[in-house]
């Protein structure tokens, strides 16, 4: 298994940017399939992006595509999500997970998760 941390979640104004980063630990960062969740209070955890083990390929829930930018970069071991034009309903706590399958929208498919970072959007 890989160890996640992430990093840059906080407080913004609705239309607003965050840029937030999680970043793994180990030598096998590259065989791993990476994404984004996010739980919000009161609901269930929902897929947000997730990146192919090359970056090469990416995809989106339709709630963020056009907004939300996944990235990763194999020799820093390293996930980002850019978020921008922030909703309030964008608010939650966002998780980055690490699976073996790439297309894959369902938690049960990642295997390794990090501790989460909660994201604020004011209106």
């Known amino acids: 298994q890989v160890q996640l941390v992430e990093s840059g979640g906080g407080l913004v104004q609705a239309g607003g940017s965050l840029r937030l980063s999680c970043a793994a630990s180990?030598?096998?960062?590259?065989?791993?399939?990476m994404g984004w969740f996010r739980q919000a209070p009161g609901k269930e955890r929902e897929f947000v992006a997730g990146?192919?083990?090359?970056?090469?390929?990416?995809h989106y829930a339709d709630s963020v595509k056009g907004r939300f930018t996944i990235s990763r970069d194999n020799a820093k071991n390293t996930v980002y999500l850019q978020m921008n034009s922030l909703k309030p309903e964008d608010t939650a706590v966002y998780y980055c997970?690490?699976?073996?399958?790439?297309?894959?929208?369902?938690?049960?498919?990642?295997?390794?998760w990090g501790q989460g970072t909660q994201v604020t959007v004011s209106s």
């Open positions: 997970a690490a699976g073996t399958s790439y297309g894959s929208m369902w938690y049960g498919d990642f295997q390794s």
């Open positions: 180990g030598r096998t960062f590259s065989r791993y399939a």
């Open positions: 990146v192919s083990r090359s970056g090469s390929s990416t």
